[in-house]
T-cell receptor
Framework: AQSVAQPEDQVNVAEGNPLTVKCTYS??????LFWYVQYPNRGLQFLLK??????LVKGSYGFEAEFNKSQTSFHLKKPSALVSDSALYFC???????????FGAGTRLTVKP | ETGVTQSPTHLIKTRGQQVTLRCSSQ?????VSWYQQALGQGPQFIFQ???????GRGNFPPRFSGLQFPNYSSELNVNALELDDSALYLC????????????FGPGTRLTVT
């Protein structure tokens, strides 16, 4: 079965510094990978996806993610963090057999001024 | 363009009761997926509806059922509520089942006492 893991419950960075939120995946076949962000009392917002093609995927709000097949990772990155980036981030993988989106447990990102 | 809306925002029910949650898809979207997000966890896939038919189901018992209407709005019904059903229920719409971008509503917070 497809799955993703987010090894860090919490990531803290200073404003202006680069940020990385980690995700590893386990899939059979080609992975369809996603990042979503959730702000308090709101639903999830789509950030970016990897289906095929370039390993570096660019998404919304200046975020990007690097697909690494050998390390089975799909880490979310941003060159310069903003305080407003503070939120809960979810990595997800799509299971094409069941039209099922499998989410990780989430990583809480806190950007301090 | 209207986004995904859900009603009600909050709901309190007693164990053993039944509940109906509602979702209106983003304009033009014909696919709706429902997720359960327990506190501190990632969303878990309940099922997906495409053109009024169930099109995939996660590991949830039959007391979780759904409907999709001709206008692509959707309902999630839960019978015989249990305390563990307390969660945020998220609805997500997409254009066709093979589209990888899902647009989430703000969710319905269900509390079972």
């Amino acid at each position: 079965a497809q799955s993703v893991a987010q090894p860090e419950d919490q990531v803290n960075v200073a404003e202006g510094n680069p940020l990385t939120v980690k995700c590893t995946y386990s899939v059979s076949g080609n992975p369809y990978l996603f990042w979503y962000v959730q702000y308090p009392n709101r639903g999830l917002q789509f950030l970016l996806k990897y289906i095929t093609g370039d390993n570096l995927v660019k998404g919304s709000y200046g975020f990007e993610a690097e697909f690494n097949k050998s390390q089975t990772s799909f880490h979310l990155k941003k060159p310069s963090a903003l305080v407003s980036d503070s939120a809960l981030y979810f990595c997800a993988v799509r299971d094409a057999e069941n039209n099922d989106m499998r989410f990780g447990a989430g990583t809480r990102l806190t950007v301090k001024p | 363009e209207t986004g995904v809306t859900q009603s009600p925002t909050h709901l309190i029910k007693t164990r053993g009761q039944q509940v109906t949650l509602r979702c209106s898809s983003q304009s033009g979207h014909n696919t709706v997926s429902w997720y359960q997000q327990a506190l501190g966890q990632g969303p878990q896939f309940i099922f997906q509806y495409y053109r009024e038919e169930e099109n995939g189901r996660g590991n949830f018992p039959p007391r979780f059922s759904g409907l999709q209407f001709p206008n692509y709005s959707s309902e999630l019904n839960v019978n015989a509520l249990e305390l563990d059903d307390s969660a945020l229920y998220l609805c997500a719409s997409s254009l066709e089942t093979a589209t990888y971008e899902q647009y989430f509503g703000p969710g319905t917070r269900l509390t079972v006492t």
